[in-house]
């Protein structure tokens, strides 16, 4: 263990030549930089502003289109659901006037205990239009 602590020792005094030292430091700082700290900054902020309207842009998109969807059912649902209550008061009025009309004289059929099941049969198929 004395042996390695030694040789730790022994190396920390090992120095880079220093011809190597320069050569190196003149290959780095002559290798092109690709960006400067303000160049790249001003890149990255284009870069979060255009993300950021496109982000924009997309849910405005996404909410208009949302939203005419929703108008445009909720208006063909109320026309569907006048058509409805149209036909329904359709129905209700010849109902009334079916019951005004047939039903007095179906109940004097019904009623009339004197009647054969073939003239009964014969005067309910006139009322019903049969």
Request: no cysteine.
């Amino acid at each position: 263990m004395k042996n390695l602590f030694k040789n730790l020792e022994d190396l920390r005094g090992i120095n880079p030549d220093p011809d190597f030292l320069h050569r190196s430091k003149t290959e780095i700082l002559a290798t092109y930089q690709t960006h400067s700290s303000t160049s790249f900054r001003i890149s990255q902020f284009k870069n979060r502003l255009v993300e950021g309207l496109s982000f924009a842009a997309a849910l405005g998109l996404t909410s208009l289109l949302l939203y005419l969807t929703i108008s445009g059912l909720s208006g063909s649902s109320s026309t569907v659901i006048t058509q409805q209550d149209k036909t329904q008061f359709d129905i209700q009025l010849r109902d009334a006037k079916y019951y005004k009309e047939v039903a007095p004289n179906v109940y004097v059929v019904v009623l009339n205990e004197n009647m054969e099941e073939e003239e009964f049969q014969e005067e309910l198929n006139k009322l019903l239009g049969k």
